[in-house]
């Protein structure tokens, strides 16, 4: 059976949930408290991902596959949520890559801030505007995408729309306001009337 390797409120790690129970692949869930470093462990570094991070998804034979994009792409291949052509999956690609570079480290980063209570440093205060602007900006960039189209890729529902859901459906736990972007909200919705959906806290 496959591992899962994960944190309850880690949106990296929902992808991956998300897409498995779509899928309808068992697997078995173990949890690790970041907050405490329970990812950064000899014995975790050493075994299951050296770069201390989850989710990690560790395949029958007991090897590891870390980064929740590549876990999703190996997960959805072959099937109906990575496109068949091959333009459409580049630019699946490029929303995943958007989401990593774009969106995640400033949407999920100020939600984490929060949401875990972490020690605001003179660091950390630096960056807060410059995140705040930048995650607003990554919203825009969505918002102005589905002005146009139901979903991200191809006409359909795809890992580009796990990838980008997963911490934007919870941006607002991290200070950012949804309600201006009317077509980001609706394809919210559209995402999470699918059939087989499951909220972030189910594990």
Same mark, same amino acid.
């Given at each position: 059976?496959?591992?899962?390797?994960?944190?309850?409120?880690?949106?990296? %790690?929902?992808?991956?949930?998300?897409? !498995?129970?779509?899928?309808?692949? +068992?697997?078995?869930?173990?949890?690790?408290?970041? &907050?405490? %470093?329970?990812?950064?462990?000899?014995?975790? !570094?050493?075994?299951?991902?050296?770069?201390?991070?989850? +989710?990690?998804?560790?395949?029958?034979? %007991?090897?590891?596959?870390?980064?929740? &994009?590549?876990? =999703?792409?190996?997960?959805?291949?072959?099937?109906?949520? !990575?496109?068949?052509? *091959?333009?459409?999956?580049?630019?699946?690609?490029?929303?995943?890559?958007?989401?990593?570079? @774009?969106?995640?480290?400033?949407?999920?980063?100020? *939600?984490?801030?929060?949401?875990?209570?972490?020690? =605001?440093?003179?660091?950390?205060?630096?960056?807060?505007?410059?995140? *705040?602007?930048?995650?607003?900006?990554?919203?825009?960039? =969505?918002?102005?995408? !589905?002005?146009?189209?139901?979903?991200?890729? %191809?006409?359909?529902? @795809?890992?580009?729309?796990?990838?980008?859901?997963?911490?934007?459906?919870?941006?607002?736990?991290?200070?950012?306001?949804?309600?201006?972007?009317?077509?980001?909200?609706?394809?919210?919705?559209?995402?999470? @009337?699918? +059939?087989?959906?499951?909220?972030?806290?189910?594990?």
């Amino acid at each position: 059976m496959l591992t899962l390797h994960d944190n309850i409120t880690s949106g990296n %790690g929902y992808k991956c949930r998300l897409l !498995l129970t779509l899928l309808k692949k +068992p697997f078995k869930r173990i949890e690790y408290d970041i &907050d405490k %470093g329970e990812t950064r462990t000899p014995e975790y !570094l050493a075994k299951i991902n050296p770069n201390g991070r989850i +989710p990690v998804l560790q395949l029958e034979d %007991g090897t590891c596959l870390p980064e929740s &994009d590549a876990i =999703m792409w190996y997960l959805a291949e072959g099937t109906e949520f !990575l496109p068949a052509d *091959r333009l459409a999956r580049a630019q699946a690609l490029s929303w995943m890559f958007f989401e990593q570079y @774009s969106h995640e480290p400033n949407i999920a980063t100020l *939600r984490y801030w929060i949401t875990h209570k972490v020690e =605001m440093t003179p660091e950390r205060r630096a960056a807060l505007p410059g995140k *705040r602007v930048q995650g607003q900006a990554a919203l825009k960039v =969505m918002e102005n995408h !589905l002005a146009k189209h139901g979903w991200f890729v %191809g006409g359909g529902y @795809s890992i580009a729309d796990i990838a980008l859901y997963a911490y934007t459906h919870v941006a607002e736990q991290g200070g950012f306001e949804l309600k201006p972007y009317p077509a980001l909200n609706a394809w919210l919705k559209r995402v999470a @009337s699918r +059939p087989g959906h499951i909220p972030i806290t189910k594990g």
